[in-house]
Each structure stands twice: as structure tokens, then as C-alpha cells.
């Protein structure tokens, strides 16, 4: 989702997000572009308006917050968690 401020929040199972800063998707975007592809897991399949696994910047960009929420799969750790009163 494209949120006013420019920045990206990537919405997960269970409440869960990733906000996605435009600052980090500007200096990074060229590795980005490159490498959107190896952000899908093997045998998976995402359905976009362009077709199976085709993105355009947007869904590049969302690929990308993605694995933020996946990187420490392997042995995860929680470092924090943030709860909203309202």
C-alpha cells in the first residue's frame, strides 16, 4: 500500500507490516531492479495484473519490504514489539 508520505507498508497475515522506506528503495533501487526475481521463494507464484511473477516498479518495491519480513526465517529473533493503544 502507497502511504502519503511516499513510503510503502507491506501488510501481512495476523496484523503484521513492513513499512518500506523511500529513502532505502531510492539508494538501493538499481539492486532492486536487478534482483526483484530471486525475492520469490522457489516453486512460488504470485498473480499480478501483468502476468505470473512480472512486476512492475511497485511490486518490485513491494518484493523487496518483503524481505525484511523473511531474511532471519532460518533462526528468527524478535528484537521488538510494538503495540498500538487505539
Same mark, same amino acid.
Given at each position: 500500500?502507497?502511504?502519503?508520505?511516499?513510503?510503502?507498508?507491506?501488510?501481512?497475515k495476523y496484523d503484521?507490516?513492513?513499512?518500506?522506506?523511500?529513502?532505502?528503495?531510492?539508494?538501493?533501487?538499481?539492486?532492486?531492479?536487478?534482483n526483484h526475481q530471486?525475492?520469490?521463494?522457489?516453486?512460488?507464484?504470485?498473480?499480478?495484473?501483468?502476468?505470473?511473477?512480472?512486476?512492475?516498479?511497485?511490486g518490485k518495491k513491494?518484493?523487496?519490504?518483503? &524481505?525484511?519480513?523473511?531474511?532471519?526465517?532460518?533462526?528468527?529473533?524478535?528484537?521488538?514489539?510494538?503495540? &498500538?493503544?487505539?
Amino acid at each position: 500500500m502507497n502511504m502519503k508520505d511516499g513510503n510503502i507498508l507491506v501488510q501481512y497475515k495476523y496484523d503484521v507490516t513492513t513499512v518500506l522506506f523511500a529513502d532505502v528503495v531510492e539508494r538501493n533501487w538499481a539492486e532492486i531492479d536487478a534482483n526483484h526475481q530471486r525475492a520469490i521463494a522457489t516453486s512460488e507464484v504470485l498473480m499480478t495484473p501483468l502476468g505470473p511473477n512480472r512486476f512492475d516498479d511497485f511490486g518490485k518495491k513491494a518484493l523487496f519490504g518483503r &524481505c525484511y519480513m523473511f531474511m532471519d526465517a532460518q533462526t528468527p529473533k524478535v528484537v521488538r514489539v510494538e503495540r &498500538c493503544d487505539g
